[in-house]
């Protein structure tokens, strides 16, 4: 199973990068497999550490993939990094091993703490669409129009029905960058 999370690491001047990341549990492991070239890849290598944000804010994934990066953190407490404040809870951890790979590595990490600040509330549907929409934005490059546009008008169903002012808010960061790529597709990718 893939989990979608928000990675926080840190580079060699503590300067934090937040970045959406599909993560694999594999026994005691963490597995993050980021893409070549990637800032969170140089983190994790120069660093060793990671922070595992699960959040229900869905405007971070949203943001990320839109070029706002902002997000408020806080020290993380047992490893080198930055917790994400909008985290429900968070993982800290050490990279254990990396598997090296042209395209996309395997970095292997372990828990050193974690850390819950709010229950889980529930399943939302516009949540899981403005996910699904971010992933869609950030392969723009690779999609056709027309599977681009068939996609957003099924997603549009569960944001209509369930989003509230966040998941809105996020909906339209991705809409807004879904329009320019269409109209100017050669100045985003
Ligand atoms: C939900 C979601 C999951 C993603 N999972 C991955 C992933 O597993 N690996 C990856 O390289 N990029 C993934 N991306 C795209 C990255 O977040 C995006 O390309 C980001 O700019 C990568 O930054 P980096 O330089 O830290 O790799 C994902 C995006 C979204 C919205």
Partial sequence: ??????????????????????????????????????????????????????????????????????????????????????????????????????????VYLSQVHRSSTKPFPGFNRAQAAVIESAILVSRLHMLPEDKINAELAYLQIAIDKTAGPRELEAWQWLTDAIDEFCSHPAKLN
Avoid at 11 to 21: F, L, N, S
Avoid at 25 to 47: C, G, M, R, W
Avoid at 81 to 97: C, F, P, S, T, W
Wanted: a negative charge; one cysteine or more.
């Fill in 1 to 106: 199973m893939i989990f979608e999370v928000i990675v926080s690491t840190v580079d060699e001047h503590d300067v934090v990068h937040i970045a959406p990341m599909g993560i694999r549990y594999i026994d005691d492991f963490v597995v993050i497999a980021p893409f070549k070239p990637s800032q969170t890849l140089h983190n994790l290598e120069v660093t060793g550490t990671a922070v595992v944000n699960i959040t229900d804010d869905v405007r971070v994934y949203a943001g990320c993939i839109t070029g706002r990066t902002n997000w408020p953190t806080r020290p993380a407490t047992h490893a080198k990094g930055r917790v994400l404040e909008a985290a429900i809870n968070h993982q800290e951890l050490e990279v254990k091993r990396v598997v090296d790979d042209e395209l996309r590595p395997k």
